[in-house]
């Protein structure tokens, strides 16, 4: 078995396209071997901001020969009339290197059994690795000195390495050696022996060129630095990619700034940080300090240039932050409401303005069906968008709600209030927590069924590539914040409701409905079978999502193959079911009587348990009246009266679910 390196070295790539790379790379060289047959037990790819490498090990010294069908000219066209090759026929052999001996008739046709001879991985590799490198797409992707091929940067460098010896390929302009480079402050040639030494090598001239290794030495590195003061340093997923990308051997540097910054909303401070610097907020006790940890790619002793550098820059960009908030808290929150009369929500549903006063009803009336105090709710409803035509937003848009919360605090408002602007935009992302207080759950709610409503009836429903104003995202909020919260709400009526309230009438209700069940089936597949979510949604689950899970719980553990069996019978011989009530006059046999009874005993009940139960003792009655009863007698009345029962009987089942999906 074989193993072979493929490394290509390249300018500074963005860090967004490396992790697509690293998928692309894998997914296309698994496609390239699988579909020449090619035996191997792993790929592994490794990337840095100055190189793609990818490592395949257990590969076949050669490919297996191959037996093929090959397919030629009709008979006629083949043969002569003397059964001689004509040249056509001789074409066929020639070109497959067959003889007249090796041909048969199939179908009218010419065929032939040929053997396609394997060929050595080297010699397959060294044809077909640039292409399969080539096929990577991202953004930006242009053209780079006189070169017609595309690619992210400029390449400098290409090793391609199988075992011990070099398999010469050319990408672009640049040819392979057996020689990397290191970092870009260490050794700039260094020779790879064999791509089983590739990460050790690397590591010796100063390249983790493991991502995953690179993270946890990024976070060993960020706790041990902060530990020095007694800090834990703070990060998210996605600080901790975009540091592991723009690092090939990070060292941390410890900076400080003036403690005056942290007077402003922490949010802002810590956003600076993170998501426009990339360095790490350092928090002490709970509470965040002028301290920060950045992450170097640089080899040596002297940080004091890079630690003013960054001082510097995050100076400026707090300064602007304190003049901004500084300018926003001269007037009270509730003052720029008005103004957002000036900001639109989406073309043709009016101004952000009008948003808020649709919030405001919406979130009335949700309150009012709760039966809650509504006063700081309908405050909340008022105040949740203000924020966005200030200052800090405007230069801060990814903090919008956060800001809000701090202005409606310095503002004096109820603190009900203030939790409510922050936690109305909750949950921010498919993982995030949920809204805690009622005022950021129920305006959350009236928000975000407001602008999958607006999306809708603007005729702008999502598609496979396109998600106008992150409706998905905004239905799974709902959902998710129901649940959370154990809120009994019709989502349902509020889309009727919020559609009224749209400048732009379009009767779309059931299909904002559709989309919001779909979107639930989703979520909760991860817990529950498909096919359960789909029965037991034939009921609207809309009206109470927290008691349509209820349901699809009892039914995902259902044990009862009778109660099943009944429920399709019935399904079965109803193919219409009847609006008219049972008559006993028309029975003629008792079964009919014991079941009308049995099933007017059974009383619908949020308990499915006990419900299920009742359904289950009715299994031996059901089963008897079907022994015992032709439904479809020749009585026209009697007939009529069994379908009427029968109806009943369906809509007991039909409350739990639709058995005919199970």
């Known amino acids: ?76 066209v083949a043969f002569d009339e003397n059964g001689n090759l004509t040249k056509a026929g ?23 059994k040929i053997v396609v001879k394997g060929k050595s991985i080297a010699e397959l590799l060294q044809e077909n690795v640039p292409s399969v490198f080539m096929k990577l797409q991202g953004a930006h992707f242009m053209r780079w000195g006189y070169n017609d091929a595309k690619f992210s940067r400029p390449i400098k460098w290409i090793v391609s390495i199988l075992d011990s010896n070099e398999v010469k390929i050319k990408i672009i302009d640049k040819e392979s050696s057996k020689y990397s480079r290191g970092h870009r402050f260490d050794k700039q040639e260094v020779l790879i022996d064999n791509p089983a030494n590739y990460l050790e090598i690397m590591r010796g001239v100063k390249v983790i060129a493991d991502q995953n290794e690179r993270k946890q030495i990024i976070v060993k590195k960020a706790e041990e630095e902060a530990a020095k003061i007694g800090a834990k340093p703070y990060y998210t997923d996605d600080l901790l990619e975009e540091v592991t990308f723009i690092t090939e051997y990070p060292i941390p540097a410890m900076c400080e ?39 170097t790619n640089y080899l040596g002793d002297d940080f004091e240039n890079i630690k003013a550098g960054n001082v510097r820059v995050i100076k400026a960009r707090l300064d602007d932050a304190v003049f901004f908030f500084n300018e926003d808290t001269k007037k009270p929150l509730i003052d720029y409401v008005e103004s957002l009369k000036g900001v639109t929500f989406q073309k043709g549903m009016g101004t952000m303005f009008d948003k808020t006063q649709r919030l405001i009803t919406l979130s009335n009336s949700i309150a ?51 939790q ?18 009622l005022e950021g759950q129920i305006v959350g709610i009236a928000d975000k069924i407001d602008t999958v409503c607006a999306v809708f009836a603007a005729g702008k429903k999502p598609t496979g590539s396109s998600d106008p104003l992150g409706v998905r995202r905004a239905a799974l909020g709902v959902i998710r914040t129901i649940l959370d919260s154990g809120l009994k709400i019709n989502v349902d009526k509020y889309i009727k409701e919020s559609l009224k309230l749209l400048p732009v009438q379009r009767d779309c209700a059931d299909e904002v409905n559709e989309f919001f069940v779909q979107r639930m089936i989703i979520f909760l597949s991860d817990k529950y079978n498909k096919q359960t979510l789909e029965a037991c949604s034939a009921k609207n689950p809309l009206v109470d999502i927290a008691d349509y899970v209820k349901r699809v719980d009892l039914v995902q553990n259902l044990n009862s193959p009778e109660l099943v069996e009944n429920a399709n019978r019935v399904i079965r ?84 679910t639709d058995f005919s999906k199970i």
């Not at 809000?404 to 109820?414: F, H, I, K, L, T």
């Open 257 to 295: 700034f003036d403690p005056r910054y942290l007077d402003i909303p922490e949010e802002v401070t810590v956003t600076v940080m993170a998501v426009h610097q990339r360095y790490f907020a350092l928090y002490k006790d709970g509470k965040l300090t002028n301290k920060f940890i950045t992450m």
């Open 420 to 437: 409510g602007i922050k936690e109305h935009y909750f949950p921010l992302n498919a993982e995030s927590e949920t809204a805690n207080g």
């Open 573 to 656: 011989i109803l193919k219409e079911t009847s609006n008219e009530p049972v008559q006993e006059q028309y029975f003629k046999e008792p079964i009919e009587n014991e079941l009308y009874k049995g099933v007017e005993g059974i009383k619908e009940s949020a308990d499915y348990t006990a419900y299920l139960e009742s359904l289950e003792k009715l299994n031996p009655t059901v089963t008897k009246f079907f022994e015992d009863v032709l439904v479809m007698d020749k009585d026209k009345n009697v007939k009529k009266n069994r379908i009427s029962l029968l109806t009943l009987l369906k809509n007991k089942y039909d409350y739990l």
């Open 368 to 418: 009012k069906d709760l039966n809650v105090e509504s006063k700081d709710i309908e405050r909340t409803a008022n105040l949740c968008k203000a924020d966005l035509t200030t200052n800090l937003v405007f230069e801060f848009t990814e903090l919008q709600g956060f800001i809000g919360a701090d202005y409606a605090r310095v503002s004096g408002e109820n603190e009900k209030v203030v």
């Open 1 to 76: 078995m074989s193993i072979y390196l493929l490394e290509v070295g390249t300018e500074e790539l963005p860090y967004k396209f490396i992790p697509q790379a690293i998928e692309q790379l894998n997914t296309n060289f698994t496609n390239f071997l699988n579909d020449n047959k090619v035996k191997f037990s792993d790929i592994k790819v490794y990337a840095t901001p100055r190189r793609l490498a990818l490592i395949i090990d257990g590969l076949e010294t050669k490919t297996a020969d191959e037996e093929k069908i090959v397919k030629g000219p009709i008979k006629n």
């Open 90 to 112: 001789e074409g066929f052999a020639r070109k497959n290197n067959l003889t007249k001996e090796d041909l048969y008739i199939e179908d009218n046709y010419v065929h032939a």
